[in-house]
Nanobody
Framework: QMQLVESGGGSQKAGGSLRLSCVAS????????MAWFRQAPGTEREGVAA????????YYTDSVKGRFFISRDAAKNTLYLQMNSLKPEDTAMYYC?????????????????????WGQGTQVTVSS
């Protein structure tokens, strides 16, 4: 199995930046979809950004396009989410997720049901 551990959450004022990290273990080699989701109280868990780790295809929900950037350092088994120009509505618990290994294909990369492995979450709070 894959284990995922997030870090990097915290508090920022609107307009600030944070970088979230997700360290993956359990696979020597992995090719699949990995993603960041977020969930605010009383809301459904929402896909924020995703990446195919066997290539470079990326996906973003409309509300973060141009502000958030997903990347991966394969040598460190680490997934990142660089969050710039933070807004109060970005406040949520952020979760790292990974699919079962798969080849690149049409995939609902921002749908939570597409993912098998989940981290414990890291809280991001943005104040105005």
């Amino acid at each position: 199995q894959m284990q995922l551990v997030e870090s990097g959450g915290g508090s920022q004022k609107a307009g600030g930046s944070l970088r979230l990290s997700c360290v993956a273990s359990g696979y020597k080699y992995y090719a699949g979809f990995m993603a960041w989701f977020r969930q605010a109280p009383g809301t459904e868990r929402e896909g924020v950004a995703a990446i195919y780790t066997g290539g470079s295809a990326t996906y973003y929900t409309d509300s973060v396009k141009g502000r958030f950037f997903i990347s991966r350092d394969a040598a460190k088994n680490t997934l990142y989410l660089q969050m710039n120009s933070l807004k109060p509505e970005d406040t949520a618990m952020y979760y790292c997720a990974a699919s079962l290994p798969t080849y690149y294909r049409d995939y609902d990369a921002l749908k939570k049901g597409s993912y098998t492995y989940w981290g414990q979450g890291t809280q991001v709070t943005v104040s105005s």
